[in-house]
């Protein structure tokens, strides 16, 4: 009960905190001419009070949309929108800075800032205190990102915001990658083989070197091996032998080792002598992060 009483005196408190930015918001702009609103929302921005920043910037624009500021505000707003985690606000602010002002120099920004806003999306209110994998989460907003600034690269090779996009893009393939091989182990649990054995090839035809390769090549010869695909598993597990002989699924001799590889089921004694009904064998989870960062 008195945590419950707590919550709700820190939500009155921020409550109020709210009214009393957005009054004196309203105060200092009531009279205040362009000049005077600019300098306002810049010292919001300076101070970090994006939420404030956000209003003001929208304010000047309403008051003065073809003022000496109107484009700058624009710009300002996108990074005000993020600094308040408000992304997907962020990515709309970008979006109509890009389709407004096509040719405006600092566009190259709005492209990054509109990546940056849905690279850091998928990031909830949790995941920014506890730790959690990424790949495991929905990637829809890791797609968008990479395409943006894909978009950025392209467009602005040489715009001094090209080398961290090229940098994100990295980090973002890698994570589409993992997540095709959680999926690809998810559907292992589930018996579904074939499904699993076209996430590992799809993430060895389309994430080239990227660390999942690995994986990917792992999974697809467990599950040719489990569908009796033997001749295509066996393609699978030379190519992982060539490229990553060190593979913690292949023993010194370079053999595929499972619970269930190209020699059938290796069933252990309690499974044997209960007749299947104890200790039955188990299809492996592939997951070598820690091997090939």
Not at 2 to 28: P, Q, R, Y
Not at 45 to 59: E, G, H, I, K, T
Not at 60 to 65: C, D, I, T
Not at 98 to 115: E, F, N, T, W
Request: glycine share 4%.
């Amino acid at each position: 009960m008195k945590s419950v009483k707590i919550t709700i005196a820190l939500f009155l408190v921020a409550l109020l905190l709210g009214c009393a930015g957005k009054d004196e918001l309203d105060e200092l702009a009531a009279d205040s001419g362009e000049q005077q609103m600019y300098d306002n929302a810049q010292r919001y921005l300076r101070s970090r009070n994006f939420d404030l920043a956000v209003r003001s910037l929208q304010l000047l624009e309403s008051r003065y949309p073809f003022g000496k500021y109107a484009e700058q505000a624009q710009l300002e707003l996108i990074y005000a929108h993020h600094g308040a985690y408000q992304h997907e606000a962020a990515v709309e602010a970008a979006d109509r800075f890009i389709r407004l002002h096509p040719q405006h120099p600092s566009v190259d920004y709005a492209y990054y800032m509109k990546g940056l806003s849905a690279y850091n999306a998928q990031s909830d209110i949790f995941a920014r205190f506890l730790p959690t994998d990424e790949s495991s989460r929905d990637t829809s907003h890791a797609r968008e990102a990479f395409a943006e600034f894909a978009q950025l690269v392209a467009r602005f090779p040489d715009s001094p915001y090209a080398a961290d996009a090229k940098a994100r893009m990295v980090h973002l393939r890698n994570l589409l990658a993992r997540h095709e091989i959680l999926v690809a182990n998810y559907y292992f649990r589930r018996g579904a083989y074939l499904a699993a054995a076209n996430r590992g090839r799809y993430v060895v035809e389309n994430f080239q070197r990227t660390p999942a390769v690995a994986d990917g090549l792992a999974v697809m010869a467990q599950g040719y091996i489990l569908l009796g695909m033997n001749d295509l598993a066996e393609d699978a597990i030379e190519v992982l032998r060539l490229n990553y002989p060190d593979y913690p699924a292949l023993d010194r001799d370079g053999k595929f080792v499972s619970d269930y590889d190209l020699d059938g089921a290796n069933r252990s004694i309690i499974n044997r002598a209960t007749f299947g009904l104890f200790d039955p064998p188990q299809v492996p989870q592939f997951d070598s992060r820690a091997l090939y960062k």
